[in-house]
């Protein structure tokens, strides 16, 4: 079956524009998850959905961060007045709660 | 705040060998661990989870084994091969619905 999907793959943005990251979860999947990878970093947790809960935004960095996920599946990380270091590998990730996560190939942003 | 360690940073084996990747947290306080493997511009893909509960899981020519209460884990990847090169992360799972990763270990498998 289909795993996680993201897109777009790369994204150029200029300083100051907003930006809007999607992705799609494995069908089924309760958990989604939205990490970023700085260069030379480890992974950076965002913010996790579980069902129709609150979500946990205790990760997100910034008010310029938000993300949404309609219906249970689909989520959207937007990132408003994009700085350059908002500059990273954003990654997905869905799995049943306790259960293996299942990373997507992730979106490249480079804020110029 | 649970902190994870990948030990050592990167590594280089000849093909056919033997080696175990190491991962320690401070917070023994988990519900489980996972390994994951990472290639150049590519996502993760999972490899094994541990529960709390569990001491070792296996998987082909790899096997994950986790002592919770000193905090350590090891990925044990016999008879390496090139394919095998990639960096490796381990990252726990805690109540607070997050995994926390460790920074990962580059394992290089020389042909």
């Known amino acids: 079956g289909a795993g996680v999907s993201q897109s777009p793959s790369n994204k150029v943005t200029e300083k100051g524009k907003d930006v809007e990251l999607r992705c799609d979860p494995i069908s089924g999947h309760t958990a989604l998850y939205w990490y970023r990878q700085s260069l030379g970093q480890g992974l950076e947790f965002l913010i996790y959905f579980q069902g129709n809960s609150a979500p946990d935004k205790s990760g997100l960095p910034s008010d310029r961060f938000s993300a949404e996920r309609t219906g249970g599946s689909v989520s959207t990380l937007t990132i408003q007045r994009t700085q350059q270091e908002d500059s990273a590998v954003y990654l997905c990730?869905?799995?049943?709660?306790?259960?293996?996560?299942?990373f997507g190939p992730g979106t490249r942003l480079t804020v110029l | 705040k649970q902190e994870v360690t990948q030990i050592p940073a990167a590594l280089s084996v000849p093909e056919g060998e033997n080696l175990v990747l190491n991962c320690s947290f401070t917070?023994?306080?988990?519900?489980?661990l996972q390994w994951f493997r990472q290639d150049p511009g590519k996502g993760l893909t999972s490899l094994l989870l541990?529960?709390?509960?569990?001491r070792e899981q296996t998987s082909g020519r790899l096997n994950a084994s986790l002592d919770k209460s000193s905090g350590r884990s090891t990925l044990y990847i016999a008879a390496s091969q090139p394919g095998d090169s990639a960096t490796y992360l381990c990252a726990v799972e805690t109540g607070a619905n997050n995994l926390f990763f460790g920074t990962g270990t580059r394992l290089t498998v020389i042909p």
């Open positions: 990730a869905s799995s049943f709660p306790r259960n293996l996560g299942y």
């Open positions: 917070d023994s306080a988990i519900y489980n």
């Open positions: 541990i529960q709390s509960s569990q």
